[in-house]
């Protein structure tokens, strides 16, 4: 080979290098935004904001070097899907948009004896709203279900119906899951988990209704495995 030829290879090869290298650095310097919407489950009543499970996630994906800033949470104890609408527009997000979006809405309707088809309305406006906060990709939006509050010591304390509550969160699971696969976003069932391990003193905080930092764990797992697993940012 000729001097003048390796030479240029030598540079080529060099430059080469050099655009992967600042390609690679760029993909890890890319920070990622994050949108929580929901209630209690969301908000971690209870716990701490590191416990919460979007927090959680958060932590567990950079460990994977995938940085997100810290979760933007529009949630409050007590909120049904009308007053997480009217959450959303109080927040003065309109117009922004996230890398991902989380959406965990619904015992409170249930709490109340809403009915299912008015949860189903509101439900689907909620995660029409999702999706477009989420740059209207229904691939960046995930839906985790709603929890089975009935197997709390709460409700044994309360003597709760047991077997109506949970026939009534099924209900509402069913309509949200539906839902989610028409609309196309990812849907995590976290319900059947919780009715085996909800009733654990280590599993709930000091009310004895609301999840501990243990149950958020489990959840946050699960939404950074969908993330990394079937996500493509």
Request: a negative charge; one cysteine or more.
């Amino acid at each position: 080979m000729k001097p003048v030829v390796f030479i240029i290879l030598m540079i080529s090869g060099l430059y080469l290098g050099c655009i992967e290298k600042e390609k690679t650095d760029i993909m890890e310097e890319k920070t990622y935004t994050y949108l929580a919407l929901g209630d209690s489950y969301t908000i971690g009543e209870g716990v701490e904001e590191s416990g919460r499970y979007p927090n959680q996630a958060v932590e567990i994906l950079k460990s994977k070097g995938m940085i997100f800033e810290k979760p933007t949470i529009i949630a409050k104890t007590g909120w049904t899907t009308d007053e997480l609408d009217q959450g959303i527009e109080a927040a003065g997000i309109q117009g922004k948009t996230y890398d991902l979006v989380t959406l965990l809405i619904g015992v409170n309707n249930q709490y109340r004896g809403r009915p299912v088809s008015d949860y189903e309305t509101e439900f689907r406006k909620m995660l029409t709203k999702a999706i477009r906060f989420a740059k209207g990709n229904p691939k960046h939006v995930v839906v985790i279900s709603i929890p089975d509050w009935g197997v709390t010591p709460f409700a044994t304390d309360r003597g709760t119906d047991r077997g109506k509550v949970a026939k009534e969160i099924d209900a509402y699971n069913m309509a949200k899951e539906r839902i989610s696969k028409e609309l196309g976003v990812y849907y995590i069932d976290i319900t059947e988990e919780y009715r085996k391990i909800g009733a654990l003193p280590e599993m709930v905080v000091e009310d004895k209704l609301h999840p501990s930092e243990l149950v958020y764990k489990s959840w946050a797992e699960k939404l950074a495995n969908v993330i990394l697993t079937d996500m493509t940012f």
